[in-house]
Every structure is written in C-alpha cells, then in structure tokens.
C-alpha cells in the first residue's frame, strides 16, 4: 500500500520541511507552476501588510504607468486648485484669463509645467502665495520624480531569473535503473554561474485517526550543481532502493497527492547577484517510459547549437 | 540550585559569546524588543561618530522631509541674500522692485526657480556677476537633488524583514518530552527564501567572588532552516538532557535574569537580497503549560488560508 | 593510450560536469579566451529571449549612445508631428512660422525643449490641446530619463573583474614533481579579497560506439584561495600521481582536444560585491620545460614594485 | 635561534600564504596601518590601468567637486564657442550684444542654462542651428547629470566599515598561559551583524643560500566569530604549545619583521551588504606584560555604557 510505504518513509525522515508545515493545502497544488504559492492572507489590515516599495515593483508595467499618470493627474489638480483659489489673474502672469475654465485650465497647466520644471514660463508666478506655492510644488516634483526615477530603475532591474522547465518530469531508464528527470534552460541568452537545484517531493498520507498529513522528503540528486548553465541541463534523479520514489507507479503518485517543488539558485553575470527560480509537477504533468532527446547539434564552424524549443521532445523508452 | 546548573553548564560552553560580552547588562533586557540593543555609546565627539549616509537612511520619514524643506529653505535664503546684495534692479531682469522687501522676495523665488531649474524665465539673470551665480546654483541645484534623490530612493528600497513574532515563547508538550517554541511569520506578502534562525539564551550566575556573570548558551533546534516561509513557522528547541532548560521553571529563568535572542536572516525575493530580523524574549514573556492552535484552514477552492491575527492562540496543554 | 588513460578517469569521476553536457563541443574551443562560450542558441523568438535590460547593459558604448540619441530623435519627431497636426500658429505662442518647414522646425524643437524639460518659453503651449501634449510630453522626458539615469549607471558601475592571463599555461619543474602552471594579477589597481580559483580540464574520449564524448576532471590545486592579490598569483596543479595530466604531453592533450576552463571569484573592495572571471587554456596555449620569472622587485624605499608587463616572462627549465 | 623556530614552523605550513607571495617585502610594511597595500605597480599604460568609476569613487570629496565643477565649465566652454562661431546676434534670441565680450559671455550662460535644463528663456535659440545644438547641449546635459547622480549617491552610499583598532595589540596573561590580543569597536553606532575576524602572522627567514624568504602563518584564535558587535570585542589567540608565538619575545618578532594582519568581514544593517575592513601591527605595536581594562559600565537606569575613548587603556599585568 503506497500511504503504508510514504508513511514508514516518513519515519526516518520527518523534518524534512519546506516550509509550508505539515497539515496545508487539502487538494490543491501548494506552488503553482510559476513559482507563486496557492496561498490566501487574512487578519491583517491592509496597512499592517502593505509595503509600498514592495507593491510598486511587483505590479505590471502597466499598472504601474497607470499609478503614475493618475498620481501626476491629481497633483496637478490638486496644485492647479490652489492656484485657482489664489485666484489667477492677480497671482500667474501670463495667463489667459477669460472664462473661469481658462483659468482652471491655465492653472492647471501652469502646475503641470511647474512640476516637472519645464517651466516655459509664458505663464509664471507673481507675488508672494503663488511664488511660495510654485516653490514648493517644484520641490515636491524633483522629490516626487527622484522616487519614481529609483522605482522604475528598481523594476527595469530587478534581478530575475527566466529558467525554461521542460512541460513534463519524466521517468525514464537510466544506467541499470530508472530515473527521474526534468531538463532545464536559461531562457536568456546572459550567462548563470554556480547554479545549484534541489528538488522536494510532497505527499500526503492518511494518519490513523483518519487525518492527512503532508509530508516532505528531498530527492538526491546525481548532481546538484554545476558551474557554468549555457546548455540545456537534465536534472536527474536515480531511482534506487534509498529513493522515496522506489517502486511507486504514476498512479501511486497521483493518490498521494505529490508534487514535486524545484529551487534553482544561481549568480547572474549580468545582474551580479544571485537569483532564484521556483517550480513544481504535479502528478498529471509526469510521464513514464520516455526519455528526453539531445536539444543540441555541432555546428561545422566548430560552435555547438541550442534549440531552445525541442526541451520537450522525448522518445518511447521502456523503463527498467 | 539554578545557578549551579547554569554555571556548569557553562564550564562546556564558555565561548558561546554573541558578543555582548560577558559582564555587561546588569539587570535591564540586552537587546529590546524591536531588535534595538539596549547601549549607550560614550567617549567619541559627535562628528567621529556621525555619519550623514547612515543618519539619513535612518531617520523617521517625518524627520527626513524635514530636513529636505530646511536645506531647501536655506540655500535659497543663501543665494536670496547674495543676489539681494548684488542688487536686483540692476541684475536680475523682470524682477518686481518696488520695495526692499519685494526685492527680496523677488530674489528669494528666483533662487527657488534656478536650485530646482524650473526657470520660468519672468525674472532671469542679467550681466556677469549674476548669472555666474546662477550657473553656479543651477550646478549646485542639479548635485544636491541627485544626492536626495539617490537617499530618498535608498530610503524607500531598503531591504528589511518585517517578522512578526508571537508575543510570548512557550514551554509545551512536545511529544515525550517538552519544549521551548514561539511562532514567527512574515508580516509582509512577498518571499523569503532560505530563511535560517539562531536562538540564544542568555543568563547570569553568581561567582565565588561575588560578581554576576552573564553567560550564554545556543538552543538546538528542532529544525534551523527552511526553504519556504509562506506560512506560520513554528520554532522548537525540544527540552532534552542535553538541554540547558532542562528542569528550569520560569521562576528559575527570572532569578537567573535569563533572555532569548532569536535572529532569522533570510533572502528576500523582492529586494533579491539578504535580509535579517532580530527579536528576543525575558522571562516574564514566557508562558508555560500551553500549546499554540493552528493558524490556517483549507480552503474550499484547494488554496491554503493563514490567519494573521491568530498568530498567539494558544490553549492549555499539561507539561509532560 | 590516451584514450584510455583519460577513458579510465573518467570511470571514477564521471559527474564532474561543469555544465556543458558529455556531448558538446566536437572541434572547436568550448569557452572563447574572453570567458564567452562559443554557443549559438536557436528555436526561441527573438520576443522570447530578449531582455531590454541586459541588453542595454552588454552592448557597447557607442551602440548605447546610438541607441539613446535614436531614442531621443523619434520621441521628439513623434511629438513634433502631433504639435505640428494641431497646428503651430494657433497652439505654440512664439513660434516662428513664416513656412511649412519652418513650423515642423519650430514644432521638433519646441518637442525636445519639453522632453529634457528646458523649457525656455520662447515657443510655449497655448490653449488645452498643446497644453495638454506638452504636459504628457514632459511626464514622458522626466521618465525615460530617469529610466536613461539607471541605465547609465548601471552600465558605468557594473561589477566587472579585470583579471589579467598569463598567455600560456605551462608545465615547469616542481618540488620533486612538474606542475601545470598559469599567472594571474588584478589589472585594476583596485583591492580584490577572498579571491577563490577553480580549474577544470575537458577532454574527449573515443567510445566503443566509435562517438566522442566530451568529459571534465577537475584539477587539485596546491592553494586554491587567497585573502589578498596585491600581487601576481601563480595557480599550480601539481602533477602528481592522482593527476589526470600525469605521463601526458601537450601533444596527448593535442590529441584529446583538451581545454582548461578558469573560473575566478572574488569580493571586489570598490563595487563591494561578489565579482567573476572566466578564463580558458587550449592545447596551443600551453608550453612544456619552462618556468615563470618573478615579475617584482623590492624598491630601496621598502615597498615592493610589481611589474605587470612581465607576467609572461620564463625561461627554459627542464622538466623532472 | 628564532629564524629556526620559524623555519620548522614552515615546514609544516607551507602554503599558508595571503596573497603576498614568499618575496614580497624585504624591510617596509606590506599592509599600511589605513588597511592599503605598501606596493607600486608598473608596466601597465595609464589607459590599461585606468577604470573611471573606481577613480571617481575612491577620490576625495574635494577632488570629486574640483572635477565636476571644471568638467562643467569646460563643456560650457565648448558650446559657447559653437554659439559664439554661429553668431550670437543671429542664433541666440534675446542676447544682449554691444560687445564681442558680451556676446561670448551671453553664449556662455546660455549654455550653462541648457545643460542644467533651468533654461530661463531671456536668451534663447532661433533657427535650425542653435535651436539643434542647444537640443543636443540638453540631451548632454541630461544624461552626464545622470552619471554624476549615479555616482555622487555611489559615493554616498559606498558601504564601509569604520572599525577603532586599539592602538596596540598586547601580550597579556590569560588562564594558565598568556595570549595575543587586540581591541575593537564599532566607530559607527549602526549594527553590524555576523563578524569574522582573521589574524595571520607574517614573518622572514633566512634560507641555507642566506637569501630571506617571507611566510605567514594564520593565528587560532579562542573565537573568530561573533553575531552581534554592539561593544568592544577582545580577539583573542592563546600562546599555547602549538601557537606560532609560542616562546618568542617581541624582540624575537622584531628581528623577523613580523607584521600582524586582519581581515574583518561583517554584515553591514544599514547598508544591508557585506563590508570588510582591514588592520595590521607591526612589532613597534606590540606591549608585553599588560591587559586590558574594561571599556564599558552598568549605567543605573539598567542600560550598558560604552566607552570608546578608552579602548587603548590597560594596566600592567605580570605574563605567566
């Protein structure tokens, strides 16, 4: 019986945590394939949680182009309702004054021009109010401009790591055994240096008194780092008697409710930092009795060849 | 006796030393809740030790804009004065000069206009002498903003952990034995990867002399690492014979003047940094006899739910 | 037989894989002498794989500056299309507009005094249509130069390492032994510490198949990390009996398609951040029955004069 | 004989080198007191050598202003040339010009007006000429002020340690033996966490051919690590039977030209990086018979109170 081999397996083996403890994610897949965790927050108001720096680097560019043109929309107002109230005739020269809509819109336009100090200077501050006021909105917008400058640069730069995941994990033969293999790719064409993966199996057994537990045990690897990643690089692991995975079928698997975590770490030549990478399989994106087909030829000039879109393309190979 | 035990344990233990060193804090905590130490530094004039980056990056964001709007207020006080002394009927072109103080004025929002390089252009520089300051103050204008701009940026993306802590560690049943724990979880909704803690228990034993001597002594863990932080993490250091809590009841721990540093660092996914969080506990921060309940459920929809708020619930839980 | 000999290496040492796979790599080098990799990749989109930010911190100087005054010139021929369809007598005051090509003229000019936020006010907005593009067009300058500000930056303060190479690698007397030799010295005048060095040899072996296959070996160095370089480093691989190079000469390795693949860390003092070199040997490279000549000298004043044009400089020495 | 005790000392030693190499330093300090090298480098053009953001980052704050402020002035001084060459009457609107004098100086405030971007508009460019030269002069203006930003807050924000040594390391009695040791606090009062501390003793020989040979040799120390470095820190490394200074007089040092180094590593909290500082002592820094007197106080309002003026006191102390 699986849940009897898994749960003995457990014994020796039993902190081997990730992390997420041992009675989350009922049904559920624990870490969706793009790295994110299948996860809800509560009892914590939104103040108490939110981060501004954190929020405004992890939004889409362009919800972020939105925030910023909606925050200079409603300075200017703001700004321009100061100016209004001043009243515009007596405190901007230069204005046209007509209607009581040019004036809003001069004032408007004068702030605008004031906050980003471009400042034309067709219309311009007279008397103390209005030279006071556009004092401090031309600071506001150097300030204003300086963060945003750093936010943008902050989001253009953010150290990330693309790594391809084939679509499938797979069990294929491997010397006299099997094994269980995923190939990966740098999806850029930067260069990763000591990149290093581990991988977790999760699986969830049916305790004595009827509760399921989850369960954590990492799988060896036939090598866990290497130096250089300018290849496509299959990450594989043996199936002998020590492997958690000895013995059990797809199905098995799929009645535990496994899923197999991948972290991949590396240092980006580009960027010079280190980043990670995360994914997982589920056990409906496994296959068994096939083995990957090499992604790479040599070219006659004496360079070697990547095809970056064959990582999926794998052969029937009867299992061991 | 307490001390006794305390004090042999040190004799095997002599160099766990976080480097307080081992005579200092009499009777207040070392390190206070909010990760500050408890020290006050003498004996160094204030400019050996004042260092503008650090100051900056450090202080309150109320404190920082302060600081901005007085800087700002001065060097136009400055250049007002020198433009005023120049005189500014004759060098600055456009300008309102019917009285002093309107020259003064006058000069004041011109100088404003050029640091910030607005430069609306209605009043504007005329002959050498004031255009060269002005020159000079557009340069100094465009310097002085890139520093701020570079320590608002600094400010606003500096890495930090935002670690809740429960707000008691408790002695609880932990299987056949008991145990030391206390729950941590991260009070922000990004990522910490590879999050590792260390907890210290610090106290104090008498000497055949006389005098106290503060010693210290690093907990084993159940489990010191992990690679994930999405959820509540339990910290346990189990009360085993090679425990020095073992046998100590918090009375013991209170005469002892005992204290728990904890100090997690972890990699933040969002800053793509190191990140680190301190935290410690005295003894009258202790519970004893309790268990901590769980703090998330599944969700219908096969996502995981963490309860925030719940992160102190405990119940009563007899002592093995 | 070489083949062999290497062959039977590889036996006991079959995973030392720095991440090229057993198959790359047929004739020419794998790693160029620049510490690029002579690798093409295929099969990806050009969408797929570009990233602007690597992109724009790995091209050339002369490429970047290209590519922002391009930048600049279509942003400003853009704009001065919408002011110059809006009309330029009616929507820019001041603007000279005698001909068609003197109002485009007056348009692309008026376009790039808002864009870098100049704004000299001769030509000025009027009425809310150009009011308005002028506004967008400064939020768009003030942004794309903040984004231009990170870049450059960003390019100007990249961590790189200036390791400079001995040109050949050479097998000198050593001790009782021989030993593979090269020379390195930081070729910047900047500090580097902790400075940790790899070498790893790749050969090709003929299978029973009759197909080659490419394998590595690492090679065991009599001191692979220094806390200072200050000056030259000699890195020596003794050959001794554990020595894959051991009873081979450079015609073996010749004949083996032999590279020796350098990775080179460091903490560089300046950037204060990790940085790395990469660096190759081919079988051409090498010379055999030579020895280095030290390349310093002690200056009468007590400090110590490092030559850095002689770090190729050896004489004759027969081998042991 | 010291030279023989050191020799043997070597023996089994040997590669216990820093990075200096085995000949470097014949009578001067290899590593000045500020942590810099006593070394000259040659043979390497300017050019070769020559890394711009190491200069600008490592120079004084004087020389930092001297060459923006000079850079400035030269780069106006070009554009004003091209205007003045143009014809200041006909390309610059607004420019007052009775006097050749008057023009040249009216094209070079102009200048100075575009390349900060203030442009006031009293003078500004008409006609295709200087309207496309100062919209080039702007772009210019623009993107250098970025790389100044850049590095003006690089310079800022340059992570460094301040460590106080004690102006002494001493030979004081410690348990049954004595010790070496040395003092140091933190300058700043900002936190640093996890600090490492290495100490290598180098010393010369004189070899069978009477030429003198430089070793090193790392000292064990009684902790090389603390977690926290809130007050002073005693480095300890005991004169036990297999201590390198085992026996040896401070005379017996001075006749070697022994030289004491140390390399500190931390993790800066400010500054969230990894900062290193180094130290070193030569035998004209060394006390024999005293020890050192505690820097700190129990202030009664239960905090600690450190002194830092007095990390150098110490009493006299018999050796054992």
Redesign the interface.
């Known amino acids: 019986m699986i849940s009897e081999k898994l749960k003995s397996l457990f014994k020796n083996n039993e ?1 081997q ?5 041992s ?8 870490l969706n394939r793009d790295g994110s ?8 108001s939104f103040l ?2 939110f ?4 929020w405004l ?2 939004i889409s560019w362009q919800h972020f182009l939105l925030v ?2 909606l925050l ?1 929309f409603t300075m ?1 107002l703001l700004y321009a309702f100061i100016y209004y109230f001043l009243g515009v005739e007596t405190h901007l ?2 204005a ?1 004054t007509n209607t009581e809509q040019e004036k809003f ?1 001069e004032a408007f ?1 004068f702030s ?3 906050l ?11 008397g ?1 109010f209005s ?2 006021i ?2 401090m909105e ?2 506001t ?3 204003s ?10 989001r ?4 990330t790591a ?1 790594i391809l995941f084939s679509d499938n994990a797979i069990f294929a033969p491997y010397r006299n055994i099997n094994a269980f293999m995923f190939r990966i790719i740098n ?5 990763l ?1 000591e ?1 290093e993966v ?1 991988v ?1 199996m999760s699986y969830t057994t049916r305790e004595e008194n009827n509760t399921t537990q989850r369960r954590y045990a990492q799988l060896k690897l ?2 866990d780092k ?8 299959t990450i594989v692991h043996p199936i002998d008697s020590n492997s958690p995975l000895e013995g059990l079928s797809i199905k098995d698997l799929e009645d535990a409710d496994a899923e197999f ?1 991948i ?1 991949i770490k590396a ?1 980006d ?8 990478s995360r994914g997982s399989y589920k056990s409906n994106e496994l296959l068994s009795g096939v083995k990957f087909v ?3 030829a ?2 006659p ?10 990582i999926n393309d794998h052969i029937p190979a009867p299992l061991n």
């Not at 945590?17 to 403890?21: E, H, P, Q, S």
């Not at 980003?116 to 007279?126: A, N, Q």
């Not at 030549?269 to 990670?276: I, L, N, P, S």
């Open positions: 902190f945590d990730l992390g997420f403890g009675k989350a994610g009922g049904s559920g897949r624990l965790f299948n996860l809800k927050r509560k009892g914590q108490q949680s981060s501004p720096y954190h680097i992890s910023i043109v200079y200017n020269a230069g046209i819109m336009f605008a021009q004031t980003t100090t471009v400042g034309y200077g067709r219309i311009s501050p007279i103390f030279s006071f556009a004092a031309a600071l917008g150097v300030l401009f300086a963060l945003v400058t750093g936010i943008l640069y902050g253009f730069s953010k150290p693309n999806g850029r064409s930067n260069q240096i990149i581990q977790t036939e090598r290497v130096n250089f990643f300018p290849m496509t690089w975590f972290i240092f030549d580009t960027f010079c930092q280190t980043v990670y090499p992604n790479f040599n070219d000039d004496g360079s070697t060849v990547l095809f970056l879109d064959k």
